[in-house]
Structure formats: structure tokens, C-alpha cells
């Protein structure tokens, strides 16, 4: 007997079922996914979600036990996501648009969920560059893979030819609080169109959604200087939303944006930036723990602000972050941390090591130097290591070298097996540098991901497991 089967416009369907009405229906309304790219657009400049005029119709058995059963090749989308879609782990989702993910009623948010294995192309360079899934306030992302399935986003380029920009990234866009004075604000670069790019507002445990086991690769595309979009760009998201063992490699801009927000995070991992690893403004006081980034090119490892040109406005920046590994490359201009426009922060149990030609820590300003003097900045049980001047501030208060912060500076030894390796790093703890004597973490969000225990320096315990084994690569950008 056949497959009962529903009758859905593209830029709505269920992409996952796509398989399940092979006995069904007319063969025009029918395309093998394991064959030719199957074209999901909803038409150009369309947000109504009825996939416009020139949308195709297909024919999808609603009721199929596994709609992920055969459902495999690539499939092309550029139309908008309004209701619960999924897309499925033997498949390749190809965007040729920018993709927005939501309903248009924030009660009743569209979910679009990844399976394990799944794998998204943004785009292949040029005009390519301007796509980007962008989940909107009316939207939520559900994308958990495993240590040997990761969800992977990447360039749409052949292997070896990807390179940063060749698309725009993740961006997760919520409503919990900013300290712009409007209460909301607009993602850079975005189509503006019915608020889609609009995040911000009055709800610290708004759910953006899940990334675990993802990594997402040579995004960040610059539309104009100074406008560009991050690989992975966290917006006003809330303490609902779960980021954990999750990757950025290879982009134009900064590995994460978190603009404002209480979202947390842990296990993360930065390589290959052109810009910064993680920048965090806009009132960011979410907590992190056990972070890596390998810098390469980034301007910075950590740049930390509050408001440019309002570094008094309020929720104040102040991430609190444990247990992090942060790896420079001698490149002038660059430091482990920058702290910049009255931000604060809290940062323990870290490593900083290979700035030799410039600085652990930076206080890049007068409006920095208030909030250090204030006493809104605290660096303690960090580990500085083949630094030039590890400590650059000039403040006459803030004195993270004083005993009670229990700072090490001047470590010379191999603190890890291969940091610097771009294409197999190794964070093995060589045992060569003392590790152990970080405080014991307090005040961690009830997250079984977060670790109360971990009282050593940096993002890799001595004589513990590889946290990032199976799930990183470190493709040559």
C-alpha cells in the first residue's frame, strides 16, 4: 500500500521526508535525493513562508516512521524556514540564499533540527559570500551531533580551496537583554526586513536553541569595512540556550560574537581567525568554561568590550570565564586578552602563552583603565607563558600581579605538546609546567557540561581525556 501524502510548498517542507513517497504521486512532483541537487527555493525576496509564486510542490509522507530513511545528496535551499523542519544527517544542505529561521510568532518559534552527521554549505565565495542561516527570535536551532557525527557548516568550495568569507555564518539572534539604549538592535549587514535581523530584549533565559558537537567553518563575510558578519555571531540569546563542544575555524571575522545576553558555553574552540577569537559587548554576562583558541591571525584572542563610545552603559559587559588555553603566534599588534570600553570581567584558571612580541593583557583605553581602577576586571590563577611584557595596563589600582590574585608570569617550559601546529595541534599537558593550583570553579550554571572540579590551569586537564578528539579539524584555510 502506499505512503498517505501530504501536498507542502517547498519553502515550508519538511526536508527530511522528502524520500519517504517513492510509490506516491505523479513523477514530475518526485526528485531523487541521492541523484541531482533538489532546488528548495522559496522565491527571491519572499518572507511570507508561502514560497511565493514560483515555488515547486511536492508531494511528503507525514506519517513515515523514520523520515530520514534514504534521504541522502544535496539539497538546495533558499527559501525561509517557518515551521518545524529537519534536516537529516546523511544529506547536504546546500544554501543559495540567505536562510532565515522563524515563524513570525515568537510564542510558537519554527525549530529546525540537524541530525547527527548532517552537513551545510554556505557558499562558494563572491555573492556566495552573503548567505548565512540566521535563526531569528521566532526561530530555534536543534543541532546535535556526536564526537564521531559532528554537525558540520562549511565553505561549499572543494576540499583545500575553501577559504574565510566564502560565506556568512551562523547567527543566533534572541531576546535577552542588550545595553543599548533602545533595549533591541539589528545584526550588521542582515536584510532588515520584518525585524528578521532584530535581537534584544527583556528575557535572560530565552532559548536560541541547541549547538553540541557542530563546528562551523570559513564563514564571516565582510559586506563593507567594518560591516561584516562573525563565523558564529550569538545575539541576545538567553541562559536557556545550550553551546557546548562547539568549533569555529577559518573565518573572515571574529570565531564567536556574543553581542549582549546571558547565554553560556562550554567547551569551545577557536582556530584560524582573521580577527578576533571570541568578542563580547553589548552587556555579555554569560559564563564560559574550558575554551581554546589557537589564534593564527586574530587581532586578539579575548577581546572584551562594553559599549564603544558608552563604556558606563548598563548590563555592563562581564563574562566570567574558567579554564581556557589561549595560543598567539608573535604577530605585533595582537595580545592574549584586550579589554576595552569599561568592560568587566572575571578570568580564572587560564593559560596565555606565545605573545613573545606584545602582551598577555591589554587595557586598550582611558575608559578601559576606570573599570580596571573600579575594580570590574579580575585575573586570577592564570598562567602566562612566552609572553614579551606579559601585563600592559597603567592603571594605578589594578594589580594583577598582586599575591592574592596567585598569577604565575615568566614560564618558559613547553607548557603543551604541539600548540602551535595549525593543521594537528596537540594540547597535551606535557607535564613540563606545574598545571595544577587554579581555584576551585564557583558560581557555574547548573549545566552538566559545566565542571565544578576542574581546579587547574587552562582548557586541558593533565592526565585527562582529549575533550576535543573525534569532533575538530583543522582544514588549511
Excluded: K
Excluded at 264 to 284: F, Q
Excluded at 338 to 367: C, F, H, P, Q
Amino acid at each position: 500500500m502506499a505512503p498517505t501524502c501530504s501536498r507542502w510548498t517547498v519553502s515550508s517542507l519538511c526536508l527530511a521526508l522528502l524520500a519517504a513517497c517513492a510509490g506516491s504521486g505523479d513523477d514530475a512532483s518526485r526528485r531523487d535525493a541521492s541523484t541531482d541537487p533538489i532546488s528548495l527555493d522559496g522565491g527571491e525576496g519572499d518572507a511570507s513562508g508561502d514560497g511565493g509564486s514560483d515555488a515547486r510542490v511536492i508531494d511528503i509522507d507525514m506519517d513515515a516512521p523514520d523520515p530520514c530513511e534514504g534521504v541522502s545528496g544535496v539539497v538546495e535551499i533558499g527559501g525561509d524556514i517557518t515551521e518545524a523542519t529537519t534536516w537529516c544527517g546523511r544529506a547536504t544542505y546546500r544554501l543559495t540564499a540567505p536562510v532565515f529561521v522563524g515563524s513570525g510568532d515568537e510564542a510558537a518559534p519554527a525549530v529546525l533540527t540537524l541530525e547527527p552527521g548532517t552537513r551545510i554549505e554556505g557558499g562558494t565565495g563572491g555573492a556566495d559570500g552573503e548567505n548565512a542561516l540566521v535563526v531569528t527570535t521566532s526561530g530555534r536551532i536543534e543541532a546535535v551531533g556526536t564526537a564521531a557525527e559532528p554537525v558540520v557548516f562549511t565553505s561549499g568550495n572543494a576540499p583545500g580551496t575553501a577559504r574565510p568569507g566564502d560565506w556568512g555564518g551562523l547567527v543566533l539572534l534572541g531576546r535577552a537583554p542588550l545595553n543599548d539604549p533602545r533595549g533591541t538592535a539589528s545584526v550588521e549587514g542582515l536584510d532588515p526586513r520584518g525585524g528578521l535581523s532584530e535581537f534584544g530584549g527583556a528575557d535572560p533565559t530565552h532559548d536560541c536553541g541547541t549547538l553540541r558537537y557542530v563546528r562551523v567553518e570559513f564563514g564571516g563575510f565582510s559586506f563593507s569595512a567594518g560591516v561584516e558578519l562573525n563565523t558564529l555571531t550569538v545575539a541576545g540569546c538567553g541562559s536557556g540556550t545550550d553551546l557546548d563542544y562547539v568549533q569555529t575555524h577559518g573565518g573572515l571575522d571574529d570565531g564567536f560574537e556574543f553581542f549582549g545576553g546571558t547565554a553560556n558555553a562550554t567547551h569551545l574552540v577557536v582556530s584560524a581567525m582573521d580577527d578576533d577569537g571570541i568578542d563580547t559587548d553589548l552587556g555579555y554576562t554569560g559564563t564560559l568554561q574550558f575554551v581554546l583558541v589557537q589564534a593564527s591571525l586574530t587581532d586578539h584572542a579575548f577581546e572584551m568590550d562594553n559599549r564603544e563610545g558608552t563604556p558606563g552603559a548598563r548590563p555592563q559587559s562581564s563574562p566570567t570565564v574558567w579554564n581556557f588555553t589561549l595560543v598567539g603566534f608573535d604577530f605585533p599588534g595582537t595580545s592574549g586578552i584586550e579589554l576595552a570600553e569599561g568592560t568587566g570581567a572575571t578570568l580564572r584558571n587560564g593559560v596565555i602563552l606565545g605573545y613573545g612580541a606584545t602582551e598577555g593583557i591589554d587595557a586598550d583605553d582611558s575608559d578601559q583603565i576606570a573599570a580596571l581602577d573600579a575594580g570590574q576586571v579580575r585575573v586570577e590563577h592564570c598562567l602566562f607563558a612566552g609572553n614579551g611584557t606579559d601585563i600592559v595596563n597603567g592603571s594605578s589600582v589594578w594589580d594583577p600581579t598582586a599575591p592574592a590574585a596567585r598569577n604565575v608570569f615568566g614560564v618558559t617550559g613547553d607548557v603543551y605538546a604541539a600548540p602551535r601546529n595549525t593543521l594537528a595541534p596537540d594540547f597535551t599537558p606535557t607535564g613540563a609546567v606545574d598545571l595544577s593550583g587554579g581555584a576551585t570553579p564557583s558560581g557555574l550554571p547548573g549545566d552538566p557540561d559545566f565542571d565544578a572540579s576542574a581546579s587547574y590551569l587552562g582548557a586541558f586537564a593533565p592526565g585527562g581525556i582529549d575533550w576535543m578528539a573525534g569532533w575538530t579539524a583543522f582544514p588549511a584555510p
